[in-house]
């Protein structure tokens, strides 16, 4: 089980940081993924960190979004910095894997939305 924490509405070039909880999972064993999704479209994965710290970003986020993990508090953040309209979403925390596409625990994630 995932909640996430942090969203908002920001400016575009501001910053959120993202927070999210996971239950029930031996979480330092997963590789974990911060997602995204916009209406009428599915889950996009825009930044993972596997269980030994490497991380991966989409392109359009790489060097304004930085995912972190801290597994004595199963947590998972996402610092996104410099946002811009585009990213505007409803950004959710799951585990990362081949089959990603069909993960089914979803959380109710965290509305992000950047506008002037």
């Known amino acids: 089980q995932f909640e996430e924490f942090g969203g908002g509405l920001v400016q575009p070039g501001g910053s959120l940081n993202l927070s999210c909880i996971a239950s029930g999972l031996r979480f330092s064993t997963y590789h974990l993924g911060w997602y995204r999704q916009v209406p009428g479209k599915g889950h996009e994965w825009v930044a993972i960190i596997s269980n030994d710290q490497t991380t991966r970003y989409i392109e359009s986020v790489k060097g304004r979004f930085t995912i972190s993990r801290d597994n004595a508090q199963n947590s998972l953040y996402l610092q996104m910095n410099n946002l811009e309209p585009e990213d505007t979403a409803v950004y959710s925390c799951?585990?990362?894997?081949?089959?990603?596409?069909?993960?089914?625990?979803w959380g109710r994630g965290t509305q992000v939305t950047v506008s002037e």
């Open positions: 799951n585990r990362f894997h081949s089959g990603w596409r069909d993960l089914q625990d």
